[in-house]
């Protein structure tokens, strides 16, 4: 039975843990990691159970994928999961989701705060991030249930993870059976150990629970100016379907985390001390032990080759991988990227990230980047010239645009293509093509009822994703 609650689910993060599985316009949340499904699913599956109602939180540029995937997930639970009323790109949000959406990140009090002024202050929240993994979910309903009655007192709630080990890469809630002594950053391993052997210490999960009037009341209390700018933000903000904060408005909102603006400072605060099998799966190390295995301890691949190899974390679905006489790798693959890591280093996978982002785009983007009007994978991508193949959802279109430093070429490969170019519109059918000269106006478009596909060549001096000037755009970008 579903208890009167919203779910909060934050949907934000830059993906730099996973790189280069994980990207920023692809962040592990997002990505189908177990049986085709991704985090964010199987976070709304959950959820489903134990709430009414769901708000997603979510950054603009990831929208649409947020969007594609929760109406996946809403044909596979139809009318016994989370109802759901959202259709089309620009869809009408029903009584029990909405999607709140930011133009940029100013972490979680923020983001929290704009969800709550969304609903009754009366309204019980279960705030959750949307890239973690529960694999106990009696356990977890249980801790859900004891948390709701303590929210419904007034208590701001927050779930600690029962530790299994002295992990470094966690903060820790200091407890005194259900009340909390003290929140603490990352320790070195010394002192982990010693949280451990204390027994009432626990990972800070990032999940909270509370009405959302009493959040709003104690963000008032200990970060007036968080809550006042969000406040406006708010109150500024374009309420028709789905909710959009302005970017400027966004940007005043001073950046802080729900920990250190409230949590840290609040006398209401309460702690569920939870054992639910979790995982936030920041690391390959804890992707590697989550994912399943050959008799070797290697992650099951259809694409790897092992001779006399043993407990390696490998990713790939396009080329082959082989791997003799190793052992504790991590071996990820994703064409346009590959990281080879000992185990226990991929922490450090951040400062590769950093790495990139000063000559490169592949911490941003995939070869296979995800629109709101379907997807393109890049082919090949040379000095003057680069080939994509560019699929577009029935009923959709990209924007009426155009482009100062390339021409463009359109091979129809299947579907039909409804093509604006200057005054004209015309079709263009499998196996026909046609011509965009640099400077005109043009618009591609699916009329059908099929997916199209085509293979577009962009030639030119300067073949850059932000070489486009948008006229009229259906998704308000």
Not at 154 to 174: A, D, K, Q, R, W
Request: glycine share 6%.
């Amino acid at each position: 039975m579903k208890n009167q609650m919203t779910n909060i689910i934050l949907c934000g993060g830059s993906g730099t843990r996973l790189w280069p599985i994980s990207r920023t316009l692809m962040p592990k949340q997002f990505v189908k990691l177990f049986n085709e499904r991704s985090l964010f699913q199987l976070t709304l599956e959950r959820n489903s159970h134990f709430c009414n109602r769901t708000l997603i939180v979510s950054n603009t540029e990831q929208y649409f994928l947020a969007l594609d995937q929760f109406q996946e997930e809403s044909v596979k639970l139809g009318t016994d999961g989370f109802s759901l009323a959202l259709l089309g790109a620009e869809a009408s949000d029903s009584d029990s989701s909405k999607f709140l959406l930011e133009p940029i990140g100013r972490n979680t009090a923020p983001a929290i705060a704009l969800a709550c002024m969304a609903l009754d202050e009366n309204e019980i929240v279960l705030v959750t991030p949307s890239d973690h993994l529960i694999k106990d979910e009696k356990a977890y309903a249980e801790a859900l249930k004891k948390a709701q009655l303590l929210a419904e007192q007034n208590s701001l709630v927050t779930f600690g993870i029962t530790p299994l080990s002295p992990e470094i890469g966690f903060g820790y809630i200091e407890a005194d059976g259900l009340d909390v002594k003290a929140f603490h950053e990352k320790p070195n391993l010394q002192k982990a150990k010693e949280y451990l052997d204390a027994g009432n210490y626990y990972w800070n999960s990032g999940m909270f629970c509370f009405k959302a009037g009493v959040f709003l009341e104690e963000l008032k209390t200990h970060a007036p100016n968080i809550y006042e700018a969000s406040l406006v933000a708010y109150n500024n903000a374009h309420h028709e379907t789905p909710i959009r904060i302005k970017e400027q408005e966004m940007a005043n909102i001073p950046e802080d985390s729900i920990d250190y603006a409230v949590m840290e400072r609040s006398t209401k605060v309460k702690v569920i001390p939870s054992d639910i099998d979790w995982s936030d799966l920041g690391s390959f190390d804890a992707l590697h032990e989550e994912l399943p295995k050959d008799k070797n301890g290697n992650t099951l691949n259809s694409k790897h080759i092992s001779i006399d190899s043993r407990n390696n974390f490998i990713y790939g679905k396009d080329r082959y991988i082989a791997t003799v006489d190793v052992e504790d790798l991590i071996v990820v693959d994703t064409g346009d990227a590959l990281l080879v890591s000992k185990k226990g280093s991929s922490q450090k996978v951040k400062s590769v990230v950093n790495e990139i982002k000063k000559t490169t785009q592949l911490h941003n983007v995939h070869l296979t980047a995800h629109r709101p009007w379907g997807t393109y994978t890049v082919l090949e991508d040379r000095e003057r010239y680069k080939i994509k193949t560019i699929v577009v959802k029935p009923n959709h279109r990209l924007s009426l645009q155009k482009h100062f430093h390339r021409n463009e070429h359109w091979i129809v490969v299947s579907g039909t293509a409804t093509v604006t170019v200057g005054e004209n519109k015309y079709l263009v059918r499998p196996n026909e093509s046609t011509y965009i000269k640099m400077g005109e106006v043009h618009r591609l478009e699916n009329e059908g009822k099929i997916p199209v596909v085509l293979i577009e060549a962009q030639v030119g001096e300067y073949t850059g994703e932000d070489d486009i000037i948008r006229i009229e755009d259906d998704f308000q970008r």
